[in-house]
């Protein structure tokens, strides 16, 4: 049983994953965040904020602190983060777990255009709609900032960073949404298509319900792929299963 786990959290699972490590007796947890959402979410066990200083600098935190396994439950656009988590693991020999939350997919009725980049969403857009909810976080608007033909309206927890495109109505609000709050949102704001990551989960799929019923294209892009030879547990007890915490689900 490892003693001392450090998670890459920031999601919901990280969260369900430190508050089920720090209450079982001798467990150790440690959840990092990067420190970009000024009142994140009560956390169990000890929280650090902010870098490592890349993956040297977490190979040489995780020898230090003797830390058993490491678990990056981050979002599942977090490229670099979960780059720079498996080689970190791999220099300082310790376990690797990689939560991901399984990503969406469509059902009958789907106006989906599945694009690999925030680049590709960009360019896609100007032959779907001229005002588009933009549900992708605050980070990465720059990639639409030349679009000045189409009204935006962005959603994030926090304010977004410049630039952004000319034309571009901000709403601060954390999840869970329900569909009806979501219709109400796109036919308030006379939205005629969507653009949203594949994030997964319930938290934010409400608004794809919504897009469907109204008939609206909805740009999806692609998750970035895993590192070689990295692979990934869905929920959290796949990954306690995973740091032998519980028995493995029977096999048939």
Do not use: C, Q, Y
Request: proline letters at 11%; hydrophobic letters at 50%; glycine letters at 10%.
């Amino acid at each position: 049983m490892p003693a001392n786990v450090l998670i890459l959290g920031g999601t919901t699972e990280a969260r369900l994953l430190a508050a089920e490590l720090a209450a079982r007796p001798g467990v150790l947890v440690t959840t990092s965040l990067a420190g970009r959402v000024t009142r994140p979410t009560a956390v169990a066990g000890e929280v650090r904020t902010g870098g490592f200083g890349g993956a040297e600098g977490l190979a040489a935190w995780l020898a230090e602190r003797r830390v058993d396994a490491l678990v990056d439950a981050t979002h599942p656009f977090a490229a670099r983060i979960t780059a720079h988590a498996a080689r970190a693991a791999a220099t300082a020999g310790v376990p690797l777990v990689v939560v991901r939350r399984p990503g969406w997919r469509p059902v009958e009725g789907d106006r989906w255009h599945p694009v690999p980049s925030l680049a590709a969403a960009a360019g896609a857009l100007p032959g779907l709609g001229r005002r588009a909810f933009l549900a992708t976080g605050r980070l990465g608007l720059a990639a639409f900032a030349h679009l000045s033909a189409v009204h935006f309206v962005v959603r994030s927890v926090e304010p977004p960073e410049p630039p952004l495109p000319p034309h571009t109505e901000v709403l601060l609000a954390r999840g869970p949404f329900t569909v009806p709050d979501e219709s109400a949102l796109l036919r308030r704001h006379r939205i005629d298509v969507l653009v949203t990551k594949d994030s997964g989960g319930a938290a934010t799929a409400a608004k794809l319900t919504a897009a469907r019923e109204l008939r609206l294209p909805v740009v999806v892009v692609r998750r970035p792929p895993l590192p070689a030879g990295v692979t990934a547990v869905p929920d959290v007890p796949a990954a306690l299963a995973r740091l032998g915490l519980t028995p493995p689900p029977a096999t048939a």
